[in-house]
């Protein structure tokens, strides 16, 4: 597997609510502005999602493929992997780790590791992880913190 990249946001709501929009996979196209699909495939018994198929077009990046999930009991580490290859990717981890600030709000950390099926460079490769996390980080930011705006 190729090295991950990651990178951090503090997000003004509590963890729990953090966590709460990271798992409601079907409103993602609402918020996410790449992903135009996201239909839950399968469940856990306590309801959360275990497979995701997801229909993402960011330009050059267009994909159709679906992730397996997994959850730490209190929801503070939300973690994937890519399911079977795609038309676009190899492999892809990737997690979600919440740590409450201890002032009402939560550092996000995101980790992705992603090998695409056409030869890349490291470099580019890298380059691209940093800004699907930098816009991933920056949109849950925008739509968490509107949601605790409204409430």
């Known amino acids: 597997m190729a090295e991950s990249s990651t990178q951090s946001i503090v997000i003004s709501a509590p963890c729990s609510r953090v966590a709460e929009v990271i798992c409601d996979f079907a409103r993602y196209p609402e918020w996410t502005e790449a992903v135009r ?24 990046l267009a994909d159709d493929y679906t992730l397996v999930y997994s959850y730490a009991e209190d929801l503070t580490r939300i973690e994937w ?8 990717q190899r492999r892809q981890n990737g997690s979600y780790d919440l740590v409450d600030n201890g002032d009402g709000g939560c550092t996000v950390t995101y980790t992705l590791a992603v090998e695409l099926a056409v030869a890349t460079l490291g470099m580019f490769r890298r380059k691209a992880e940093k800004m699907i996390m930098d816009t991933a980080l920056k949109q849950l930011k925008r739509r968490v913190e509107a949601d605790e705006d409204a409430r």
Not at 81 to 88: D, F, G, K, N, V
């Open 37 to 60: 699909e996201a239909e839950v495939l399968t469940e856990y018994e306590d309801g959360y999602a275990h497979t995701v198929r997801f229909v993402i077009d960011a330009g050059v």
């Open 81 to 88: 992997q890519l399911a079977a290859p795609s038309r676009m």
